[in-house]
T-cell receptor, first 112, second 112 residues
Framework: AQSVTQLGSHVSVSEGALVLLRCNYSSSVPPYLFWYVQYPNQGLQLLLKYTSAATLVKGINGFEAEFKKSETSFHLTKPSAHMSDAAEYFCAVSQAGFKTIFGAGTRLFVKA | EAQVTQNPRYLITVTGKKLTVTCSQNMNHEYMSWYRQDPGLGLRQIYYSMNVEVTDKGDVPEGYKVSRKEKRNFPLILESPSPNQTSLYFC???????????FGPGTRLTVT
């Protein structure tokens, strides 16, 4: 059975600091991996996705994620946080047939 | 504008009164899905559909029904709502084999 674990329900960084949001998954077959972002009172929007073409995936707003099969991880990073990055971030796993599991989410706070 | 729409956006109802939340997408996507979002639990998939007349259960289908009679529409039906179905509901659609999801704005449901 699939599962997704996001370490840390809340992460706080200073503006300009590195952002690292952790995601580990379990899957019996190669998965489709995603990061979504949710701004307050809005729906979710896609940040980036991994679909086996490359292990380092670049997304919107300067975010990127690295797929590490040996660690079953798909951590999200951004070199320099901006105040506008404050939001909740969700890691998700989909498999053939569209069954999808989301992590519990990590809320990112950015301090001035 | 390419989008997923949901109606209503807000709904307060009483236990046992049947209700339907509509979802429509104008992107000709094959896949559609319903999720509920609860604090600390992330998004949990209720039902999903891979095409017209093809639906399957997600992780939390109890108390919900869906139908997919047209490609663009995927309504969520609560035959006899209960207070534990108070939640924020999202509809999403996805192109076939992509699995990247486009989300609607959400429907906040309160059952008293």
């Amino acid at each position: 059975a699939q599962s997704v674990t996001q370490l840390g329900s809340h992460v706080s960084v200073s503006e300009g600091a590195l952002v690292l949001l952790r995601c580990n998954y379990s899957s019996s077959v190669p998965p489709y991996l995603f990061w979504y972002v949710q701004y307050p009172n809005q729906g979710l929007q896609l940040l980036l996705k991994y679909t086996s073409a490359a292990t380092l995936v670049k997304g919107i707003n300067g975010f990127e994620a690295e797929f590490k099969k040996s660690e079953t991880s798909f951590h999200l990073t951004k070199p320099s946080a901006h105040m506008s990055d404050a939001a909740e971030y969700f890691c998700a796993v989909s498999q053939a047939g569209f069954k999808t599991i989301f992590g519990a989410g990590t809320r990112l706070f950015v301090k001035a | 504008e390419a989008q997923v729409t949901q109606n209503p956006r807000y709904l307060i109802t009483v236990t046992g009164k049947k209700l339907t939340v509509t979802c429509s997408q104008n992107m000709n996507h094959e896949y559609m899905s319903w999720y509920r979002q609860d604090p600390g639990l992330g998004l949990r998939q209720i039902y999903y559909s891979m095409n017209v007349e093809v639906t399957d259960k997600g992780d939390v289908p109890e108390g919900y029904k869906v139908s997919r009679k047209e490609k663009r529409n995927f309504p969520l039906i609560l035959e006899s709502p209960s207070p534990n179905q108070t939640s924020l509901y999202f509809c999403a659609s996805s192109p076939e084999l992509s699995y990247e999801q486009y989300f609607g704005p959400g429907t906040r449901l309160t059952v008293t």
